[in-house]
């Protein structure tokens, strides 16, 4: 059993950064993959970005590609989000997942996921 805590949500104009932190508890978190899922209002959950359990391997959705950068900590069961050059269109619930391999599909039917923390940019 994986729970998921996201952290570090907030309002922010656009261009600017932050940082989203996802702390897990549970003695199995370094042998998952870990992502971000993004859902706007009105919008379908969408994929952000993914690590494998290693952080060796990571894939991002084409909209955040060169903006965000995702990284793990796994002795601090903790895994981040860096998000820069934030655009209004970024503006969504951002959730922590946990799935089996680091990619866009697994991440879609993931096996934990948190509450979310909100982001808002404007413009």
């Known amino acids: 059993q994986v729970r998921l805590v996201e952290s570090g949500g907030g309002l922010v104009q656009a261009g600017g950064s932050l940082i989203l932190s996802c702390a897990a508890s549970g003695r199995t978190f370094a042998s998952y993959a870990m992502g971000w899922l993004r859902q706007a209002p009105g919008k379908e959950r969408e994929f952000v970005a993914a690590?494998?359990?290693?952080?060796?391997?990571?894939d991002y959705a084409d909209s955040v590609k060169g903006r965000f950068i995702i990284s793990r900590d796994n002795a601090k069961n903790t895994v981040y989000l860096q998000m820069n050059s934030l655009e209004p269109e970024d503006t969504a619930v951002y959730y922590c997942?946990?799935?089996?391999?680091?990619?866009?599909?697994?991440?879609?039917?993931?096996?934990?996921w948190g509450q979310g923390t909100q982001v808002t940019v404007s413009s």
């Open positions: 690590i494998s359990w290693s952080g060796i391997t990571t």
């Open positions: 997942a946990a799935a089996g391999r680091a990619t866009a599909r697994a991440m879609s039917v993931p096996d934990y």
